[in-house]
């Protein structure tokens, strides 16, 4: 048990150092400079009780630089139980390339089109613009935002992630944003490597083209993360997926409050996880199972786990802040050292919750 503890530990290590030497040697970057011409810009955002949310969002909105004539907002209100829908229709008035819909009741049963993906369909047959560009309402874009993602753009290419980080000062939310770094880190290796599979719906742009083939969020099988499942859906029929990253496309969001929250948030996300191939498994298994592996290996080899588990922490810090620097963030070392308690802590528990036999949660509605 000690030596295949061991041995595991030991792949975990090998892991994140490819890791920072693919972060370091295989970076893409998608600049195309000047762009040639605007293509016109449709911005989806539903909101689902963002009353307080809502301010810091439409403001960054108004900041953003690229040409107002070639943009359309489309804002909608998702059975909103607070402000959000006078928010919305208020600043609609003062925007004339902006448009407002009430969300209509899902047309099918909640097991195949879940709510988000639903709303996201009736907004999506408003656009008029040649790219579709997605973010949420507790986020904060930066004025470049749509410039950058569009630069992601090339042949064959149907959808471009963006890059987002949370914002705070205590602890909990620096730990869940080094969580986001690491994650994404990950996601944008692979993806650089040419095994794009999955998004992110809170910075993403669609092709016209490309989502009106796939069908839309209408045309998509249902699953608790449509980003994911657009993903998956682009490439079934032979579109590229690009991650862009950048500080003109990093967008800012928001913690979650408390650790019960969180843990719904990283439920949903692990419904996703579940369908992504095995080589993504694989590579999150191995993340996870690093803690009982170095426990085990504590016990039978004091000194070597005592040597292991600092340098993983040491790859994985280096590795987090590197990526950090790509989007134009410099983290704290100090602070990425204690990450490590905080991840053992969530991981594990997010894979205890996963199982535990209770309905996911998504704003009120509930999902088996």
Same mark, same amino acid.
């Given at each position: 048990?000690?030596?295949?503890? $061991? ?5 975990l290590?090998?892991? %994140?150092?490819?890791?920072? $030497? ?6 893409? +970057?998608?600049?195309?400079? /000047?762009?040639?011409?605007?293509? +016109?810009?449709?911005?989806l ?11 810091g ?11 107002? %004539?070639?943009i359309?907002?489309? $804002?909608?209100?998702d ?8 928010i919305?229709?208020?600043w609609?008035k003062?925007?004339?390339n902006a ?13 195949q089109? /879940? ?8 907004? *999506? ?5 040649e790219?579709l560009?997605?973010? #949420?309402? #507790? ?21 471009v992630? *963006? ?5 705070g000062?205590?602890?909990?939310e ?6 986001w770094?690491?994650? $994404?880190g ?5 993806? %650089?490597l !040419? ?5 992110? !719906? ?5 092709? +016209?083209e490309?989502? #009106? ?19 998956? @859906?682009?490439?079934n ?5 690009v991650?862009?990253? @950048?500080? &003109? ?43 009982p ?11 070597? *786990?005592?040597?292991?588990w ?17 989007? *134009? &963030? ?28 209770s309905?996911?949660?998504?704003? !009120?509605?509930?999902?088996?």
């Amino acid at each position: 048990m000690g030596i295949l503890s $061991l041995s595991l530990v030991v792949l975990l290590l090998f892991q %994140d150092f490819v890791l920072i $030497l693919l972060l370091k040697d295989n970076f893409k +970057r998608y600049k195309t400079g /000047n762009l040639p011409s605007y293509p +016109r810009a449709s911005i989806l955002i539903p909101s689902r009780n963002e009353a307080n949310n809502l301010p810091g969002c439409l403001s960054s909105l108004e900041k953003l630089s690229y040409p107002s %004539d070639k943009i359309q907002f489309i $804002l909608g209100d998702d059975h909103s139980t607070d402000a959000t829908k006078s928010i919305l229709e208020a600043w609609v008035k003062t925007m004339p390339n902006a448009a407002f819909i009430s969300i209509q009741p899902n047309p099918k049963p909640e097991n195949q089109l /879940n709510g988000k993906a639903n709303a996201l369909a009736q907004m *999506g047959a408003m656009a008029n613009g040649e790219v579709l560009l997605f973010t #949420d309402a #507790d986020c904060l874009v930066p004025e470049g935002w749509v410039e950058k993602m569009i630069e992601g753009l090339g042949p064959e290419v149907g959808i471009v992630t *963006g890059i987002t980080t949370i914002k705070g000062k205590s602890n909990f939310e620096k730990f869940q944003a080094f969580d986001w770094w690491l994650s $994404l880190g990950m996601v944008k290796v692979l993806d %650089d490597l !040419g095994v794009s599979i999955t998004a992110m !719906g809170n910075n993403m742009l669609i092709t +016209r083209e490309a989502y #009106d083939k796939v069908g839309g969020f209408a045309g998509i099988p249902f699953s608790l993360t449509e980003d994911f499942e657009m993903a998956r @859906s682009l490439k079934n029929i032979g579109y590229k997926g690009v991650h862009q990253i @950048s500080p &003109e496309n990093l967008i800012e969001t928001k913690a979650q409050l408390d650790f019960s929250s969180l843990l719904e948030q990283r439920k949903r996300w692990m419904a996703g996880a579940f369908t992504l191939p095995v080589y993504w498994k694989v590579l999150l298994a191995i993340q996870v199972l690093f803690f009982p592996a170095i426990l085990l290996v504590l016990w039978f080899f004091p000194v070597i *786990g005592l040597v292991a588990w600092n340098v993983k922490i040491f790859l994985q810090s280096h590795f987090i802040h590197r990526f950090a620097v790509y989007a *134009g &963030e410099n983290l704290n070392y100090s602070d990425l050292l204690l990450f490590e308690i905080y991840y053992m802590i969530t991981a594990w528990s997010t894979i205890v919750y996963y199982f535990w036999p209770s309905k996911t949660d998504w704003k !009120g509605r509930q999902y088996l």
